[in-house]
């Protein structure tokens, strides 16, 4: 696509409910970050997928995150039992090579009330 | 590992003058570094990159960035800002030695007052 895309825009969820957040990225782009930025705070890494390798998952915040990469394309990020804590803005990125920085998506929106 | 220090959380100016925002970073390697602007109720949008070559890059809507390696810093600068830079900006640091994490700062929020 011609941007990098993501749904829903808003969430809003029940304390305990599980979310699947999805990102398509720019065609092409082998790699794709998912970051999480909080009310007044900067950004937050996550996860780094790369092609065909191991996900860089040195950033999620407890075992109730994951995500996957399907097909080297669109990714989903999961959040088991969500907390209060978890509220906040998660941005999705992708990009081809090293130097040529991010293309970010609008974010998602996640409330848990 | 690196870190990126931005030295202001908020910066207010009046249209037309001239801003500065601050940007250190710590790196035991070579980075590649960026500047990002978040526009309000927007995405991060890259405004401009150093890779190599000339220290002193420039985006299109005027403002520039000039790396100094000695000082390792990154300072976004432009002469004479307009209502519409309001926004958040962000500077990042990637290592150019391989690997695509980028770190970014805490961010700089620039306030336009007419």
């Known amino acids: 696509g011609a941007g990098v895309s993501q749904s829903p825009s808003n969430k809003v969820t029940e304390k305990g409910k599980d979310v699947e957040l999805r990102c398509d990225p720019i065609s092409g782009h082998t790699a794709l970050y998912w970051y999480r930025q909080s009310l007044g705070q900067g950004l937050e890494f996550l996860i780094y997928f790369q092609g065909n390798s191991a996900p860089d998952k040195s950033g999620l915040p407890s075992d109730r995150f994951s995500a996957e990469r399907t097909g080297g394309s669109v990714s989903t990020l999961t959040i088991q039992r969500t907390q209060q804590e978890d509220s906040a803005v998660y941005l999705c990125?992708?990009?081809?090579?090293?130097?040529?920085?991010?293309?970010f998506g609008s974010g998602t929106r996640l409330t848990v009330v | 590992a690196q870190s990126v220090t931005q030295l202001d959380s908020q910066v207010p100016v009046f249209e037309e003058a001239p801003v500065e925002l601050r940007c250190n970073y710590s790196s035991s390697v070579s980075v590649y570094l960026f500047w990002y602007v978040q526009y309000p109720n927007q995405g991060l949008q890259l405004l401009l990159k150093?890779?190599?070559?000339?220290?002193l890059v420039k985006s299109i809507n005027g403002f520039e960035a000039e790396f100094n390696k000695s000082q390792t810093s990154f300072h976004l600068r432009k002469p004479s800002v307009h209502i519409s830079d309001t926004a958040e900006y962000f500077c990042a640091v990637i290592p150019n030695t391989g690997g695509f994490k980028t770190i970014f700062g805490a961010g700089t929020r620039l306030f336009v007052k007419a």
């Open positions: 150093y890779l190599s070559g000339s220290t």
């Open positions: 990125a992708s990009s081809l090579v090293q130097g040529d920085g991010y293309t």
